[in-house]
T-cell receptor, first 118, second 113 residues
Framework: AQTVTQSQPEMSVQEAETVTLSCTYD???????LFWYKQPPSRQMILVIR??????QNATENRFSVNFQKAAKSFSLKISDSQLGDTAMYFC???????????????FGQGTTLQVKP | ETGVTQTPRHLVMGMTNKKSLKCEQH?????MYWYKQSAKKPLELMFV???????ENNSVPSRFSPECPNSSHLFLHLHTLQPEDSALYLC????????????FGSGTRLTVV
Protein backbone atom coordinates (compact mmCIF):
# COMPACT_ATOMS: atom_id res chain seq x y z
CA ALA A 1 0.00 0.00 0.00
CA GLN A 2 1.13 3.52 -0.71
CA THR A 3 1.83 5.95 2.11
CA VAL A 4 2.57 9.67 2.18
CA THR A 5 4.46 11.32 5.03
CA GLN A 6 4.75 14.98 5.86
CA SER A 7 7.12 15.29 8.79
CA GLN A 8 6.54 18.99 9.54
CA PRO A 9 3.21 19.54 11.32
CA GLU A 10 3.72 23.32 11.48
CA MET A 11 5.96 25.87 9.82
CA SER A 12 6.19 29.62 9.65
CA VAL A 13 7.87 32.07 7.30
CA GLN A 14 8.21 35.82 7.03
CA GLU A 15 6.38 37.54 4.24
CA ALA A 16 8.46 37.74 1.01
CA GLU A 17 10.80 34.96 2.10
CA THR A 18 11.07 31.41 0.76
CA VAL A 19 9.90 28.26 2.52
CA THR A 20 10.15 24.57 1.65
CA LEU A 21 7.64 21.95 2.78
CA SER A 22 8.76 18.32 2.86
CA CYS A 23 6.97 15.21 1.65
CA THR A 24 8.10 11.63 1.26
CA TYR A 25 6.13 8.70 -0.04
CA ASP A 26 6.42 4.97 -0.28
CA UNK A 27 5.36 2.99 -3.32
CA UNK A 28 6.44 0.10 -5.49
CA UNK A 29 4.79 1.66 -8.54
CA UNK A 30 6.94 3.09 -11.31
CA UNK A 31 4.36 5.41 -12.79
CA UNK A 32 2.29 7.73 -10.63
CA UNK A 33 1.32 11.33 -9.99
CA LEU A 34 2.11 13.62 -7.10
CA PHE A 35 0.19 16.68 -6.00
CA TRP A 36 0.31 19.52 -3.53
CA TYR A 37 -3.01 20.87 -2.29
CA LYS A 38 -3.64 23.99 -0.22
CA GLN A 39 -6.48 24.21 2.30
CA PRO A 40 -7.05 27.77 3.56
CA PRO A 41 -9.45 28.58 6.40
CA SER A 42 -12.26 28.59 3.85
CA ARG A 43 -11.75 24.78 3.90
CA GLN A 44 -11.76 24.25 0.15
CA MET A 45 -8.84 22.15 -1.05
CA ILE A 46 -7.12 23.90 -3.94
CA LEU A 47 -4.69 22.18 -6.30
CA VAL A 48 -1.35 23.99 -6.17
CA ILE A 49 0.88 21.88 -8.38
CA ARG A 50 1.05 18.48 -10.06
CA UNK A 51 3.97 16.28 -11.06
CA UNK A 52 4.04 13.25 -13.33
CA UNK A 53 6.55 10.69 -12.10
CA UNK A 54 7.86 9.83 -15.55
CA UNK A 55 8.83 13.45 -16.15
CA UNK A 56 12.22 14.37 -14.72
CA GLN A 57 11.64 18.09 -15.01
CA ASN A 58 10.33 19.66 -11.83
CA ALA A 59 6.90 21.27 -12.12
CA THR A 60 6.51 25.00 -11.49
CA GLU A 61 3.47 27.23 -11.12
CA ASN A 62 4.37 30.88 -10.65
CA ARG A 63 5.80 31.17 -7.09
CA PHE A 64 5.37 27.45 -6.42
CA SER A 65 7.87 24.82 -7.50
CA VAL A 66 8.71 21.28 -6.52
CA ASN A 67 11.88 19.30 -6.00
CA PHE A 68 11.01 15.81 -7.19
CA GLN A 69 13.58 13.15 -6.32
CA LYS A 70 12.17 9.88 -7.64
CA ALA A 71 14.89 7.61 -6.33
CA ALA A 72 14.61 9.11 -2.88
CA LYS A 73 10.80 9.18 -3.11
CA SER A 74 10.80 12.79 -2.07
CA PHE A 75 8.52 15.58 -3.31
CA SER A 76 9.07 18.92 -1.59
CA LEU A 77 7.22 22.17 -2.28
CA LYS A 78 9.04 25.50 -2.43
CA ILE A 79 7.07 28.70 -2.05
CA SER A 80 8.97 31.80 -3.13
CA ASP A 81 8.13 35.37 -2.16
CA SER A 82 5.65 34.15 0.47
CA GLN A 83 2.43 36.13 0.77
CA LEU A 84 -0.05 36.42 3.62
CA GLY A 85 -2.59 34.62 1.44
CA ASP A 86 -0.34 31.57 1.39
CA THR A 87 -1.27 30.91 5.03
CA ALA A 88 -3.01 27.54 4.90
CA MET A 89 -2.65 23.84 5.48
CA TYR A 90 -0.69 22.13 2.71
CA PHE A 91 -1.23 18.51 1.78
CA CYS A 92 0.99 16.29 -0.30
CA UNK A 93 -0.88 13.57 -2.20
CA UNK A 94 -0.08 10.49 -4.28
CA UNK A 95 -2.02 8.75 -7.03
CA UNK A 96 -0.82 5.68 -8.86
CA UNK A 97 -1.34 5.57 -12.56
CA UNK A 98 -4.41 3.51 -13.38
CA UNK A 99 -5.70 1.80 -16.48
CA UNK A 100 -8.18 3.53 -18.72
CA UNK A 101 -11.10 1.90 -16.93
CA UNK A 102 -9.94 2.60 -13.39
CA UNK A 103 -10.51 5.63 -11.25
CA UNK A 104 -7.40 7.00 -9.61
CA UNK A 105 -7.46 7.40 -5.85
CA UNK A 106 -5.68 10.24 -4.08
CA UNK A 107 -3.80 9.31 -0.92
CA PHE A 108 -2.94 12.24 1.32
CA GLY A 109 -0.28 13.01 3.88
CA GLN A 110 -1.08 14.42 7.30
CA GLY A 111 -0.62 18.01 6.21
CA THR A 112 1.65 20.93 7.18
CA THR A 113 0.18 24.11 8.61
CA LEU A 114 2.01 27.11 7.17
CA GLN A 115 1.81 30.52 8.79
CA VAL A 116 3.07 33.50 6.81
CA LYS A 117 3.96 36.36 9.15
CA PRO A 118 3.88 40.03 8.18
CA GLU B 1 -22.62 27.97 -10.87
CA THR B 2 -19.29 26.26 -11.42
CA GLY B 3 -17.08 23.95 -9.40
CA VAL B 4 -18.15 21.61 -6.62
CA THR B 5 -20.85 22.75 -4.23
CA GLN B 6 -21.60 21.08 -0.90
CA THR B 7 -24.60 21.66 1.32
CA PRO B 8 -25.13 22.24 4.13
CA ARG B 9 -21.96 24.02 5.19
CA HIS B 10 -22.55 23.12 8.84
CA LEU B 11 -24.69 20.40 10.39
CA VAL B 12 -25.38 19.50 13.99
CA MET B 13 -27.28 16.30 14.53
CA GLY B 14 -28.22 14.01 17.37
CA MET B 15 -27.19 10.38 17.40
CA THR B 16 -30.71 9.23 16.54
CA ASN B 17 -31.24 11.64 13.66
CA LYS B 18 -31.17 10.96 9.93
CA LYS B 19 -29.66 13.58 7.67
CA SER B 20 -28.10 13.82 4.22
CA LEU B 21 -25.13 15.69 2.81
CA LYS B 22 -25.35 16.88 -0.76
CA CYS B 23 -22.65 17.43 -3.35
CA GLU B 24 -23.10 18.85 -6.81
CA GLN B 25 -20.56 19.38 -9.59
CA HIS B 26 -20.91 21.31 -12.82
CA UNK B 27 -17.57 20.42 -14.33
CA UNK B 28 -18.60 17.53 -16.55
CA UNK B 29 -16.60 15.11 -14.41
CA UNK B 30 -17.57 11.45 -14.26
CA UNK B 31 -16.03 10.38 -10.95
CA MET B 32 -17.00 11.60 -7.50
CA TYR B 33 -15.58 10.98 -4.04
CA TRP B 34 -16.36 11.36 -0.34
CA TYR B 35 -13.51 12.04 2.09
CA LYS B 36 -13.56 12.40 5.87
CA GLN B 37 -11.19 14.92 7.43
CA SER B 38 -10.68 14.64 11.18
CA ALA B 39 -8.30 16.66 13.32
CA LYS B 40 -4.76 15.26 13.47
CA LYS B 41 -5.52 12.59 10.85
CA PRO B 42 -4.89 12.35 7.11
CA LEU B 43 -7.87 12.64 4.85
CA GLU B 44 -9.66 9.32 4.68
CA LEU B 45 -11.20 8.17 1.42
CA MET B 46 -14.68 6.84 2.13
CA PHE B 47 -16.37 6.19 -1.19
CA VAL B 48 -15.58 6.42 -4.90
CA UNK B 49 -18.14 6.57 -7.66
CA UNK B 50 -17.11 6.15 -11.26
CA UNK B 51 -19.70 6.60 -13.99
CA UNK B 52 -22.35 6.51 -11.25
CA UNK B 53 -21.26 3.11 -9.97
CA UNK B 54 -19.68 2.66 -6.56
CA UNK B 55 -16.19 1.30 -7.12
CA GLU B 56 -14.72 1.76 -3.67
CA ASN B 57 -16.00 1.43 -0.14
CA ASN B 58 -13.14 1.77 2.30
CA SER B 59 -14.57 -0.27 5.18
CA VAL B 60 -16.94 2.53 6.04
CA PRO B 61 -19.59 1.71 8.69
CA SER B 62 -23.08 1.10 7.35
CA ARG B 63 -24.39 4.18 9.18
CA PHE B 64 -22.92 6.06 6.20
CA SER B 65 -24.80 5.35 2.98
CA PRO B 66 -23.77 7.01 -0.29
CA GLU B 67 -25.97 7.61 -3.29
CA CYS B 68 -25.03 8.80 -6.78
CA PRO B 69 -28.22 9.29 -8.84
CA ASN B 70 -26.36 10.87 -11.78
CA SER B 71 -22.90 12.07 -12.68
CA SER B 72 -23.52 15.55 -11.26
CA HIS B 73 -24.87 14.67 -7.83
CA LEU B 74 -23.58 12.73 -4.86
CA PHE B 75 -25.23 12.26 -1.48
CA LEU B 76 -24.09 10.89 1.84
CA HIS B 77 -26.97 9.66 3.96
CA LEU B 78 -26.30 9.60 7.69
CA HIS B 79 -28.14 7.71 10.41
CA THR B 80 -27.44 6.66 13.98
CA LEU B 81 -24.08 8.41 14.01
CA GLN B 82 -21.58 8.43 16.87
CA PRO B 83 -19.77 11.45 18.33
CA GLU B 84 -16.51 10.21 16.76
CA ASP B 85 -18.12 10.73 13.36
CA SER B 86 -17.87 14.47 13.92
CA ALA B 87 -15.55 15.76 11.18
CA LEU B 88 -15.32 17.75 7.97
CA TYR B 89 -16.77 15.77 5.08
CA LEU B 90 -15.32 16.72 1.73
CA CYS B 91 -16.72 15.90 -1.68
CA UNK B 92 -14.56 15.92 -4.79
CA UNK B 93 -14.91 15.18 -8.48
CA UNK B 94 -12.55 14.37 -11.32
CA UNK B 95 -12.32 13.07 -14.82
CA UNK B 96 -12.45 9.29 -14.89
CA UNK B 97 -8.79 8.54 -14.20
CA UNK B 98 -8.28 11.51 -11.91
CA UNK B 99 -4.70 11.99 -13.03
CA UNK B 100 -5.11 15.76 -13.26
CA UNK B 101 -6.25 15.85 -9.66
CA UNK B 102 -9.55 16.35 -7.99
CA UNK B 103 -11.72 19.44 -7.60
CA PHE B 104 -13.00 19.72 -4.04
CA GLY B 105 -15.97 21.36 -2.45
CA SER B 106 -15.76 23.43 0.74
CA GLY B 107 -17.02 20.59 2.87
CA THR B 108 -19.73 20.05 5.45
CA ARG B 109 -18.68 20.48 9.08
CA LEU B 110 -20.61 17.76 10.92
CA THR B 111 -21.04 17.73 14.67
CA VAL B 112 -22.75 14.74 16.29
CA VAL B 113 -24.14 15.44 19.76
Amino acid sequence: AQTVTQSQPEMSVQEAETVTLSCTYDTSESNYYLFWYKQPPSRQMILVIRQEAYKQQNATENRFSVNFQKAAKSFSLKISDSQLGDTAMYFCAFMKSSGSSNTGKLIFGQGTTLQVKP
Amino acid sequence: ETGVTQTPRHLVMGMTNKKSLKCEQHLGHNAMYWYKQSAKKPLELMFVYSLEERVENNSVPSRFSPECPNSSHLFLHLHTLQPEDSALYLCASSQLRGSYGYTFGSGTRLTVV
